[in-house]
Nanobody, 115 residues
C-alpha cells in the first residue's frame, strides 16, 4: 500500500508559477513511476507528466517547456513545477504512484489560474 498526499495548489494569475508536491509513504520501494494527472471541471482525468527516474520523464504537449516533473527519493517527494500558467491549466491535480500490477492516487490539489 502506498499513501500519497499532494499540496501546493492555489489561485494564481495567468503567467504565474506554482510548485506542487506529492509526498509518498508506505511500500514506496515498489514504485516504478510517479505521475501527475489533472481533471478540469466537467472533463475526464488526463495525464500531465510522469517520471520513472531522473532524465526519464514524459509530458503532454500542452505543458512541455512550461512544467517540470522531478523526484527527490531522499524526501519521498515528487514535484511538479508549473511556470507560465494559463487558464486552461485550471484543474484538480492528482499524484499517481504506479507499481507492478497496481497503482495509487492522492486526494488531489486544486489549481486555479485566473485574473
Amino acid at each position: 500500500q502506498v499513501h500519497l498526499v499532494e499540496s501546493g495548489g492555489g489561485l494564481v494569475q495567468p503567467g504565474g508559477s506554482l510548485r506542487l508536491s506529492c509526498v509518498y509513504s508506505g511500500s514506496f520501494f515498489s514504485i516504478t513511476t510517479m505521475g501527475w494527472y489533472r481533471q478540469a471541471p466537467g472533463k475526464e482525468r488526463d495525464f500531465v507528466a510522469d517520471i520513472a527516474s531522473p532524465g526519464n520523464t514524459n509530458y503532454i504537449d500542452s505543458v512541455r517547456g512550461r512544467f517540470t516533473v522531478s523526484r527527490d527519493n531522499a524526501k519521498n517527494t515528487v514535484y511538479l513545477q508549473m511556470n507560465n500558467l494559463k487558464p486552461d491549466d485550471t484543474a484538480v491535480y492528482y499524484c499517481k504512484a504506479s507499481l507492478i500490477g497496481t497503482h495509487h492516487w492522492g486526494q488531489g490539489t486544486l489549481v486555479t489560474v485566473s485574473s
